[in-house]
């Protein structure tokens, strides 16, 4: 028995008998009816696993923000400079590196990673925005 979603084939459901007739009736019914019930517990466990796979994403988007946001409020208070060129500090030492953003404020927030040693950039010293 075909296990489908309108157009979409999902799978199959073998059903096996002792006898040689084929399915009629009564029986057809029946097998039609678990080829639906296992359709609908497929398309539920698919819609499980998409949800808890953008949930999974969604979470580590969160901590990466958190994490990125810590960074910055610690560079701003270091350096005594606003949060966007501490973000700005954290940017450009990610891309001069080609390591994730996140990866350099945990760097910020777990060895003491200093704005000095982040960019080297003369717009911290000078406060420069840009």
Known sequence: M???LREDSLGSLLLLRTGLR???GDDLALAQALADA???GLIHA???REQNALNEQL???LQSRIIIEQAKGLIAARSNITLNQAFEALRRH???HRVPLSTVAREVIDTGLTPDSLSACPELAA????
């Open 127 to 130: 406060g420069d925005s840009s």
């Open 22 to 24: 084929p399915l009629i």
């Open 2 to 4: 075909p296990i489908r």
């Open 46 to 48: 698919r819609i499980i």
């Open 38 to 40: 296992a359709t609908i």
């Open 59 to 61: 979470q580590t988007a």
């Open 94 to 96: 990610a891309r001069r």
